[in-house]
């Protein structure tokens, strides 16, 4: 730890990096504008799709993902510009399910001792 230490503090660039993540976060610290150059936003291929379906940070990326999946199916079955399925409505199952199994785990393990 200390030949750590001495290497860190005899090298200035580690300094200045660390100068650096004081005012600002390392997301926006570690971001190279040059590795944007490199990639392609445009395709030469345009499939028709519905908009996807944000999930605002919500946690709940797999439910968000599955729905935008079939969504698309029903919106292209029953030929329908915009369309929506619940995600409140599976995660609220997925949580219920998952209280479900709790007690009946704990009601399983009612004859054993508490220790």
């Not at 030929?79 to 199952?93: D, M, P, T, V």
Request: proline content about 3%.
């Amino acid at each position: 730890m200390k030949a750590f230490h001495s290497s860190y503090e005899a090298n200035p660039l580690c300094h200045a990096m660390t100068n650096v993540l004081y005012k600002t976060n390392l997301k926006e610290a570690s971001f190279r504008p040059s590795s944007l150059q490199n990639t392609q936003f445009q395709y030469s291929v345009d499939l028709p799709t519905l908009e996807v379906t944000d999930q605002m940070h919500s946690g709940r990326c797999w439910i968000f993902s599955a729905l935008n999946l079939l969504r698309e199916q029903v919106a292209k079955k029953c030929n329908l510009e915009k369309f929506e399925l619940s995600q409140n409505y599976i995660s609220f199952w997925d949580k219920f399910e998952k209280i479900n199994y709790f007690l009946e785990s704990v009601i399983c393990l009612i004859d054993r001792p508490v220790d």
